[in-house]
């Protein structure tokens, strides 16, 4: 078995297939493949484990399957590795019918004898729901996405009926539930390839050298410099079109948009805003905007004594100029925020009441809340562009002047990412700018896994808010069969969000691509990037 990702003490070390640094040749990348930008680097290849970056954006859905996937305009379920599906009257037991002969990659470390079948479905969900199952704890065993839509209360049990037939028991009816197993973390891994690490005593590699069913395959891997993924040819929907695609993972900022317009670089993911007008210019390259589900907010620590008090999140919320904001660092992608739902969410309801700039309001309750003298809070701020935020740093500066503008002095607190799962390590953070990507087009995929108390209790609910009112229309909302009953409940959700501000919505911000004009194929989502398997090079 050749080796070439360590994985020690739940990190990557260095352990590659190629030196460490070398340059990655461009020319000889162009004939059979492309280069794609723009993100960091993996904290691990396993998109069970995290619930954002590089890994269940953009690499999952060329590593992995799963047994659904979310139609592009619809948003609603459809089939992928289960090729239809059962659902009893009660909504509580589900039954997939499997594809056949759905191969997995062969890769430098592992040879499959075998086809995809149930048992790799019921390891691959029950490694998530079972602590009694040998890969449970291998590496941080946190599972923080499902965590956060209370996954592992949902599930009850996944059994193999068959060869080809699997049946999910859930504790309760669950209307989002078909939804969440359509996205880039409900992946299905190999039972074959995990029995051989556990016998081997390499449990870790399952997460380090992944093996799915994908169109690519992990070929090699420098930490910080690239990951290269190469062509799948048993990929079960037809043989990509590109033989490799690598990601350069070296730098940020400019520096990628040089590459770009250099061409060392074919794909620039999230451009920061103020390059649009330089990439639009330049006749070699194709910008594409999509909408995006997702939203820009600060959350706000509630376990401050000062925000504990729903007047001072109020304030917040009325000090901060979102107008502003758009012209500074959206350049006309973006759209101001009236409810954490974005406009294209059909239970979206739009506030302007609660939700609008109004510097006299905030500081009358600023000093009805004892706080005349004014404030001092931090906020922490990720370097890192996001769809829903293109220049968190400047997001940040006009925020903390719009703060500063009612009295509250702002300290800035910048790092890399922001990683939810850290929480408990930054007590000493009052605010934090970050925002929310859904990955499917449910409402339950913004509100549960943000601020409902079952995401507070696993520490992962970012203003450590708790309301029971909230969490039980929640909760109903995914049990009533009527659509005009589910609207009514997350209307209400909505308004006490909007009384009680543990997140204040800034602004929606579109998916941004920049491209050379000599690819095409390119699928359109507003989630997570698409399997580039049909993406191939004209001219």
Sequence with gaps: MKVFIQFTLGLFSLGLLAGCGEEIDHDKIRQKGFVYCGQGGPDTFNPQLVDSGITPETLSPQLFNTLLTLDNKTYQPKPSLASSWQVNQQGTEYIFELRKNVQFQTTAWFTPSRAMNADDVVFSFRRIIDSTNPFHYVGSGLYPWFSGIDFQNLVVDVVALSKHRVKF???????????????????????????????????????????????????????????????????WGGSPK???????????????????????????????????????????????????MNISFVAVNTSHPALNDARVRKALNYAINRQNILDSVYYGTGSQAYSVLPPSSWAYHKDAVHIRYDRNYAIALLREAGYSKGLELTMSVPLEPKAYNPSPRKTAELIQANLADVGIKLKLMTDDRFDRSNLSENTYIDLYLTGWSAHTGDPDNFFRPLLSCDSKRAGLNVSSWCNPDFDFLLDLALEVDKPRYRLNLYKQAQNILNEEFPVIPLNHGMQMQAHDRSLQGFKVSPFNAQPFDTVERVQ
Excluded: W
Aim: charged letters at 25%; hydrophobic letters at 35%; aromatic letters at 6%.
């Design 242 to 292: 590109m033989d490799q695609v690598v990601f350069d993972i070296s730098q940020r900022g400019t520096g990628t948009l040089a590459k770009l317009l250099r061409k060392e670089c074919d794909v620039l993911n999230s451009p920061l805003s103020s390059q649009l007008p330089i990439i639009e210019k330049n006749e070699h390259v194709e910008l594409t905007a999509k909408p995006a």
């Design 169 to 235: 028991t859930l504790s309760r009816p669950d209307n989002s539930f078909l939804s969440n197993i359509a996205t880039s973390h409900a992946v299905i891994l190999s039972k074959e390839y995990a029995g051989q690490l556990e016998i081997s005593d390499e449990k870790g590699m399952l997460d380090s050298h992944p093996v799915g069913t994908g169109p690519f395959y992990l070929a090699e891997y420098q930490v910080n410099d690239l990951i290269r993924l190469k062509r799948h040819n048993g990929y």
